[in-house]
């Protein structure tokens, strides 16, 4: 079957209007407004979106490129916690592997070892630089990564709940640690620093233990501090350890090469427990600030076998199939949200995913000298410049006597804001104001080096135009050698047309919403427009910083302004926040803000957050994260109250009142996806908010569906306070084998108040200005976001318009209602009873109790049935729907509009012979996948036998399809499962 033009087409929506009319008729509806006929007129929107008419495609780059020129490039010394080293070639190389940056989380290993492998590539890399056998497969941020070491720490340490972090960790970094971890177990006490040194008092810090005693869980530093001064991570990690709690290591991967600064596993006599960090600039240029790369590793080892499984995130390991074949499949899965919900290690469900493969082709690339040279450069040139700066008068280090690295801290005898605005002027971003860092010290200056610093020459005739000439000899401190590594790191070493030809075969072994539906249900796997990356790659976009002047940003901050005006136009919401990087963190938003709201608003703690039994997992994580527990001493104990559903398959409301009168006002609030993860939408959802409204309560929608309802449904008129979308779903950011995600949350006006981070508004002349929530809760993120994912956000919007954001959602409601008629006959549906209500954009098929008695007697076990079903989807051709959730016996599909009504059939006809070829051999599902390039993965051999990473000599070897995928797309569906009944007889 050939593929469509879904690029150019209208909306990225290839189908017909033949194909539509089809559909329609299929469905029993006479336009795509009908679809929507069974939702009340009272929450609907009356007219079109505030939204700006449909830009034409090939318009897109040049108004993209008006906002990027916005942001004029100057020579910048900013760093601070985001510093900006030379792109390797490969990064633009592998972004371009659509099959790598589409592709979904890596739950179907069989058809995803291509993502599985990038990801093992980085684990293994990163445990060469830091010594640790345990590195996930990334986190958000630092700061994120740092909160969630706390957490982890307090899990490890029975009966502790106090983390002693340095003061002198960044500003950002601290905010976002603050914020996560109000209203939570875990409470940050900090340690200050000596004043007299720049660096963390180590006599206070032990007064701070002593009074923490027992309840101390860890204690977090950093190797680098907030003024670029080398901190004594020996004594901090001794320290730490006679006090028999954890040391927490905050790292940058890229001063870690060889000749560079010591791996955290040789800190002080064992070496730190957790290590922590930003490892966005071995890949990524500062890109306004993210997406980020949060590192997070632990030990593991005879000594240390099992403090990997109280961490967060997602780890792959090694394992082999049912033939023997050596591959890799994620491991520990157990403790992640879509598992184990409250109970997870934490709610983050979306990682930086596609970051990390990123930084894991560009270590190889780098590789040993290439990676020694970079720790080098950043530390020569900072040394050099220090030496040429501090010759003047009027210009010297803070700290003479302390240690640094790659960033030094000046003091200046002139204001810092008068030396910056000078600098602008000459075409420079000199650094970064950090006099309100040191207590009593006026006029600091911070600046940054790194590779990209050649030489210093403009910035050494800025400083002598400011202060004068050198007329001093300066003496800049020797670092230690006990803070340097020891020998070679042992990265390998590989050429770039080697890498760049390894990583396109591993894209070969991922398949992609650009090919085929991808039909994950809860997912919306829909296409990703090849235009909206091409806008974030612009330049004056990538080398934006987040800390540079608002006068230097005005493209960036002017994107965020249209963005906050038009979600609110989409969602019918008073304001919003761009911050939170995915839609578990959104969730996390919105629950905070309605604690902030009730501490303002109510005369007790609001303890009870309702969630329905089918809500997804990140809904119960995020509710348990934001402190949503049972109480001890409280009747009844609170926490997470489950909502049941009725025989329709929506909320029960008998059992809502029979909840609001058992808990009254201890309700903070009710969690509700619409549709619901049935496909179904309550319809009663207003009568709902305005039962918890009634009661003080607060109103969250899960927006994880938004792809059916965008457009139609005005969210203000529902009752809804909070409301997050993830813009890798219904905005089309590429999922990237796992992330980066990202989110806005929309809220009411009850909210506004409370907004974390900052908020664009225009001034009287016209700039682009941040302004804080007066109660601000404060922020989810160190600066503004995963802002290049808003940049492909801004430009899917600017494509649709209001009109084609209609068209958009209803198109999707259209091919999955279709896809459900195609299918629904042959297959029993769940809710059970529900048959003959609306679908939205997806829908949950099962077998019929024949079948099931059918397989079971084959010796399949029920609870494993449709796990296997999946599996014999990826040998059509296609992803697998999403098995075994929210019915464990069921599959759901989710088709999106992304797609032809040729291409559905496909779809359906392929289910249908799934279903036959069931029906002939159940003992089919037991060898299910037959094509892919691996057989079943044993997946409990690879959880029993841990192994998370190795020292990497090669690149490790890639198995082959046993079909290839392009030979299977060729076939009809009768040959393919011809052809599948052929092999399962061998």
Not at 342 to 352: E, G, R
């Amino acid at each position: 079957m050939s593929q469509p033009d879904r690029e150019h087409a209208r909306d990225y929506i290839p189908a017909s209007e033949e194909d539509f009319q089809t559909m329609l008729e299929t469905v029993g509806s006479k336009d795509l407004a009908d679809l929507y006929r069974h939702i009340s007129p009272e929450v609907k929107f009356a007219g079109a979106l505030p939204l700006p008419p449909a830009e034409a495609h090939e318009n897109l780059l040049d108004r993209l490129g008006e906002l990027a020129d916005m942001n004029p490039a100057r020579e910048s010394y900013i760093g601070d916690g985001l510093p900006n080293f030379r792109q390797m070639p490969i990064v633009a190389e592998v972004s371009a592997i659509r099959n790598l940056t589409t592709a979904y989380t890596p739950y179907q290993p069989e058809r995803s070892q291509g993502t599985l492998l990038c990801h093992w590539i980085y684990q293994c890399l990163m445990r060469t630089l830091t010594g640790f056998e345990a590195v996930n497969a990334s986190l958000y941020d630092r700061s994120t990564a740092l909160f969630e070491a706390a957490c982890a720490a307090v899990r490890l340490k029975r009966k502790s709940s106090v983390v002693i972090v340095s003061e002198a960790i960044y500003p950002g970094d601290r905010e976002v640690l603050e914020t996560l971890a109000a209203d939570t177990e875990v409470e940050i006490r900090w340690a200050p620093r000596d004043l007299s040194t720049g660096r963390l008092d180590l006599e206070a810090l032990r007064k701070l233990v002593a009074e923490a005693g027992e309840t101390l869980a860890g204690i977090a530093f950093p190797q680098i501090n907030d003024l670029g001064l080398i901190e004594d991570v020996d004594a901090l990690t001794d320290l730490a350890h006679e006090a028999g709690v954890l040391a927490i290591a905050m790292i940058d991967p890229i001063l870690l090469g060889t000749g560079g600064l010591k791996p955290p596993t040789a800190y002080g006599q064992a070496g730190a427990d957790i290590v922590v960090g930003e490892a966005q600039h071995l890949a990524l240029a500062p890109n306004f600030g993210g997406p980020g790369l949060g590192l997070f590793a632990v030990r593991h080892n005879s000594e240390v076998p099992n403090h990997v499984r109280a961490t967060p995130g997602r780890y792959v390991g090694k394992a082999r199939d049912g033939e023997g074949r050596d591959c890799r499949v994620a491991v520990m899965s157990t403790r992640e949200q879509h598992i184990r919900k409250d109970k997870a290690t934490s709610n983050i469900c979306s990682n930086q995913a596609f970051i990390a493969t990123l930084a894991g082709a560009a270590l190889l690339e780098r590789g040993e000298e290439g990676m020694a040279a970079v720790t080098a450069a950043a530390r020569e040139r900072a040394r050099e410049a220090a030496a040429a700066l501090c010759a003047l008068e009027g210009v010297e280090l803070l700290y003479p006597e302390a240690p640094f690295y790659n960033e030094v801290t000046l003091k200046l005898s002139r204001p810092v804001q008068e030396v910056l605005r000078a600098g602008r002027e000459a075409g420079l971003h000199l650094g970064v104001d950090v006099s309100y860092r040191v207590a009593g010290q006026t006029n600091l200056l911070k600046l940054s080096f790194s590779d990209l610093h050649a030489e210093s020459t403009n910035l050494i005739a800025c400083f002598e135009h400011l202060f004068g000439p050198a007329k001093k000899q300066a003496a800049l401190p020797a670092i230690p050698e006990s803070a340097l590594r020891e020998g070679a790191t042992g990265l390998p070493s590989f050429g770039y047309e080697e890498v760049l030809a390894y990583y396109r075969r591993l894209g070969a072994l991922n398949v992609s919403p650009d090919d085929s539906p991808y039909p994950l249900g809860s997912c919306t796997m829909k296409y990703n427009p090849l235009v909206n990356d091409e806008a974030a790659a612009l330049p004056g976009f990538t080398q934006a910083h987040p800390q540079a002047p608002t006068e230097d940003v005005q493209g960036c901050l002017k994107l965020l302004f249209e963005i906050q005006e038009w979600f609110k136009g989409i969602t019918g919401l008073a304001g919003l926040t761009t911050q939170p990087l995915a839609g578990a963190q959104g969730e996390l938003v919105g629950l905070k803000l309605f604690q902030a709201y009730h501490r303002d608003h109510s005369q007790h703690r609001r303890d009870v957050i309702l969630i329905p039994r089918s809500a997804h997992g990140t809904n119960f994580a995020t509710a348990a994260m934001a402190g949503f527990t049972p109480r001890p001493g409280a009747n009844p104990k609170g926490g997470i109250v489950l909502l049941e559903a009725g025989d329709d398959g929506q909320i029960d409301l008998a059992q809502l009142d029979q909840m609001i009168a058992l808990y009254g006002d201890r309700i903070a609030g009710v969690m509700i996806t619409n549709p619901n993860t049935s496909g179904i939408f309550e319809v009663n959802f207003k009568a709902i908010a305005d039962k918890i409204h009634a009661i003080g309560g607060l109103v969250y929608m899960d927006g994880a569906n938004m792809n059916a309802i965008a457009g139609w449904v005005n969210l203000g008129a529902m009752g809804v306070d909070a409301v997050h979308n993830n813009l890798h779903k219904t905005w089309t950011i590429p999922h990237g084998g796992g992330g980066p995600g990202d989110a806005i949350v929309a809220v009411s006006e009850r909210l506004l108040p409370y907004l974390p981070g900052h908020q664009i508004v225009q001034d009287g002349s016209g700039s682009y200005v941040p302004i804080k929530a007066p109660r601000s809760i404060g922020s989810f993120h160190r600066h503004w976001g995963n802002f290049g994912h808003k940049i492909r956000c801004y430009t899917y919007l600017l494509r649709l318009g209001g009109e084609g954001i209609q068209r958009m959602s209803a198109t999707a409601v259209l091919a999955a209602r279709y896809l459900f008629e195609r299918t629904r006959g042959e297959y029993a549906t769940l809710p059970a009873g529900t048959a003959e209500l609306p679908r939205m954009h997806e829908f949950i098929l099962t077998l019929k109790p024949e079948d099931f008695a059918r397989v079971e007697a084959a010796g399949v076990a029920k609870t494993s049935i449709m796990s296997s079903l999946g599996k014999l989807f990826l040998d059509f051709g296609f992803h697998a729907p999403t098995v075994a959730w929210p019915e464990m016996l069921g599959i759901m599909f989710e088709p999106t509009e992304s797609y032809t009504k040729a291409e559905l059939d496909r779809l359906a006809d392929a289910t249908l012979a799934i279903l036959e070829l069931v029906r002939e051999d159940p003992e089919l599902l037991k060898r299910a996948p037959l094509t892919t390039p691996t057989s079943r993965i044993d997946e409990v051999a690879a959880n029993r036998d841990l192994c998370v990473s190795e020292q990497l000599a090669e690149l490790p070897p890639l198995p082959a399809d046993r079909v290839p995928l392009d030979q299977i797309t060729a076939m009809s569906i009768p040959e393919l499962a011809a052809s599948l009944r052929e092999a399962a007889s061998v």
